[in-house]
Antibody, heavy 122, light 107 residues
Framework: QVQLQQSGPGLVKPSQTLSLTCAIS??????????WNWIRQSPSRGLEWLGR?????????DYAVSVKSRITINPDTSKNQFSLQLNSVTPEDTAVYYC????????????WGQGTLVSVSS | DIQMTQSPSSLSASVGDRVTITCRAS??????LNWYQQKPGQAPKLLIY???SLQSGVPSRFSGSGSGTDFTLTISSLQAEDFATYYC?????????FGQGTNLEIK
């Protein structure tokens, strides 16, 4: 059974960097049949896919256009986890952030982290 | 980006009712359509994938149909635990996009 455990601060000041980590158990961040994603949810934006990383002989990264200039997703094979960094945050980045696994076989988000409410406020 | 539009946005129903939620894609997504259920304070949970395949462990009262641009999620006989928000999501192309949600409330 795959489990995703999120960690990171729930409050970030404007213009600073939002950082979250997602620890994976029951699968590998280097899996050839999965992609590791960050999705956020807010009343104004709904469920918004932010980006992903996946390994297919080398590492790949895809990011949403809306955050492409500010986002980094990094895998950490030594700890079997992946992280999200979002720079220069504003109050519009306030949301619940989820890490998820995307199954390439079934083409769906089959496992989700517990969610982290991140508020951007001074 | 592919836009996903759900209808209705909210729905009131009673235990035992048959309920149908519709999702429309802005272009053909063949059968790359998934449905999720979300309860307050929880992450979305996968119910249906590939338009009509039931995720393991999901009750058989849930079913999905459709292909191309038009899809439906049907709950054959509502149970108390089914009152939640439902989302469709396309995995045909990146960025993967979600519908705005349908809030299923108790009448």
């Amino acid at each position: 059974q795959v489990q995703l455990q999120q960690s990171g601060p729930g409050l970030v000041k404007p213009s600073q960097t939002l950082s979250l980590t997602c620890a994976i158990s029951g699968d590998s961040v280097s899996s050839n049949s999965a992609a590791w994603n960050w999705i956020r949810q807010s009343p104004s934006r709904g469920l918004e896919w932010l980006g992903r990383t996946y390994y297919r002989s080398k590492w790949y990264y895809d990011y949403a256009v809306s955050v492409k200039s500010r986002i980094t997703i990094n895998p950490d094979t030594s700890k079997n986890q992946f992280s999200l960094q979002l720079n220069s945050v504003t109050p519009e980045d306030t949301a619940v952030y989820y890490c998820t696994r995307f199954s390439e076989v079934a083409a769906n988000f089959d496992y989700w982290g517990q969610g982290t409410l991140v508020s951007v406020s001074s | 980006d592919i836009q996903m539009t759900q209808s209705p946005s909210s729905l009131s129903a009673s235990v035992g009712d048959r309920v149908t939620i519709t999702c429309r894609a802005s272009q053909s997504i063949t059968s790359y359509l998934n449905w999720y259920q979300q309860k307050p304070g929880q992450a979305p949970k996968l119910l249906i994938y590939a338009a009509s395949s039931l995720q393991s462990g999901v009750p058989s009262r849930f079913s999905g149909s459709g292909s191309g641009t038009d899809f439906t999620l049907t709950i054959s006989s509502l149970q108390a635990e089914d009152f939640a928000t439902y989302y469709c999501q396309q995995s045909y192309s990146t960025p993967q996009t979600f519908g705005q949600g349908t809030n299923l409330e108790i009448k």
